[in-house]
């Protein structure tokens, strides 16, 4: 296997294509943080470089692992796989090994890790509290969490809401401050929908691997409520998303510019509309969970670029 060939592999064995998400978060962080930055205070590009380098790695990681877990449990063997679920297949095809795998997720959970103690000690010790929720997720969300109906919870704090707050943490804290001083009550309300929209994409993409998941040891909110239920989860889930987002300005938390996050909103609609009434027919499912990304990637860019538009406009 010759060099192109190898990385092309790792980038699928790391489902390299879903990295946008942990990008577009930071993005939202370090929106929030231009907003409140104190004055004569300034942000470093080099900063916000590594932030969002310690956050793809510990989105490699979760991957890695869970690819690892599911290979190990048989999961990886009889799920229904397509662009958006079950997995990358490298370790089936034979082209990574379990082995590799593994020591390449504890890697990437030791960079991550390592850089975000780093701005735990350099900003504000909190950041170690949510550091230590994101190692949690990583390595324990298919053996654990995803057996308990926590999957879906702790996907969406450690990769929605608690990477809005960490990266506005780093690049703006101090140890001086209090916690209360540490975070706007605007930065913990923005931070909840990114969070719900992540637990919502874990949500969706686990129709298709239901079975194969519940084979495998896991019993997670599908599997102890059934397809039907979680189609209805999911949709409240999406409309308290937009909800909050439509709320925010309106009790005078945020600036109206939040309201460009919600041109998704169709797009979410035929979303859920999908999800109720094909949720148990994979070939016209998909096209909700294609839909599910884009409406998510979407949402999470527009609320970083309405603070970018709050601030120049």
Do not use: C
């Not at 390299?16 to 943080?33: E, P």
């Not at 370790?91 to 960079?111: C, E, H, K, N, R």
Request: a neutral charge.
């Amino acid at each position: 296997m010759n060099s192109s060939h190898k990385l092309i592999v790792w980038l699928k064995q790391t489902r390299a294509n879903f990295l946008f998400l942990a990008v577009f978060l930071n993005a939202i962080g370090i929106g929030l943080a231009y907003k409140y930055l104190p004055i004569g205070s300034n942000l470093h590009i080099s900063d916000m470089v590594l932030i969002i380098l310690g956050t793809m790695a510990a989105h490699v990681s979760v991957n890695l692992f869970n690819e690892y877990s599911d290979h190990r449990t048989g999961i990886d063997f009889n799920t229904k796989r397509t662009p958006f679920n079950g997995g990358s297949g490298m370790m089936i095809q034979g082209l990574t090994s379990p082995s590799a795998v593994l020591a390449s997720a504890i890697v990437t959970l030791l960079f991550a890790m390592s850089i975000g103690i780093y701005y735990s000690i350099i900003s504000h010790w909190f950041l170690l509290l949510i550091i230590v929720v994101g190692a949690i997720s990583i390595v324990g969300y298919t053996d654990v969490l995803a057996k308990y109906m926590l999957g879906e919870l702790f996907a969406g704090l450690s990769l929605g809401s608690l990477v809005v707050v960490g990266t506005f943490i780093a690049l703006t804290g101090s140890q001086s401050l209090t916690v209360l001083q540490l975070i706007p009550l605007e930065v913990w309300l923005l931070s909840i929908p990114p969070g719900i929209l992540t637990a919502l994409l874990l949500l969706l993409n686990e129709f298709p691997d239901m079975e194969a998941d519940k084979q495998g040891g896991r019993n997670h909110l599908l599997i102890r409520f059934g397809k039907r239920s979680g189609a209805y989860i999911y949709s409240v889930g999406a409309i308290v998303t937009y909800v909050i987002i439509i709320a925010l300005p309106l009790i005078g938390i945020s600036s109206y510019w939040v309201y460009i996050a919600l041109i998704p909103l169709p797009l979410v609609a035929m979303n859920i509309r999908t999800t109720l009434l094909y949720n148990n027919d994979l070939p016209k499912f998909i096209p909700a969970m294609g839909g599910n990304v884009i409406a998510i990637l979407a949402t999470d860019l527009l609320l970083a670029g309405s603070f970018a538009l709050a601030i120049w406009i």
